[in-house]
Nanobody
Framework: QVQLAESGGGSVQSGGSLRLSCAILGHIYETYCLAWFRQGPGKERERVAL???????TYTDSVKGRFTISRDNARNTLDLQLNSREPGGTAVYYC???????????????????WGQGTQVTVSS
């Protein structure tokens, strides 16, 4: 089991930026999926960025060009640089992780069993 702790959230004006960080405590196997999700008030939780061991980086369409996900192996963190655009970006951000020591399912990044507590990002106009 991996423990994850998000930090860096806060209040930002539309057009501003924040850098979120997720401390990863525990072992990540060579086949992995590390992601950032967010859940806004009254909204479904959505994945906004993913980095995996292929290596591959993907973003949901609404954040392309504004968010950047990166993994810092020296600090053992997963970071998300986000440039806000609108108050609709207010959400709690989470960084789940999944990694595999043996068999890998057909959709390895579909489900996550390790989640942090989240960090609140509030975007104001």
């Amino acid at each position: 089991q991996v423990q994850l702790a998000e930090s860096g959230g806060g209040s930002v004006q539309s057009g501003g930026s924040l850098r979120l960080s997720c401390a990863i405590l525990g072992h990540i196997y060579e086949t992995y999926c590390l992601a950032w999700f967010r859940q806004g008030p009254g909204k479904e939780r959505e994945r906004v960025a993913l980095i995996n061991s292929d290596p591959e980086i993907t973003y949901t369409d609404s954040v392309k060009g504004r968010f950047t996900i990166s993994r810092d192996n020296a600090r053992n963190t997963l970071d998300l640089q986000l440039n806000s655009r609108e108050p609709g970006g207010t959400a709690v951000y989470y960084c789940p992780a999944r990694s595999y020591a043996g068999l890998v399912p057909s959709d390895p990044c579909g489900e996550y069993n390790d989640w942090g507590q989240g960090t609140q990002v509030t975007v104001s106009s």
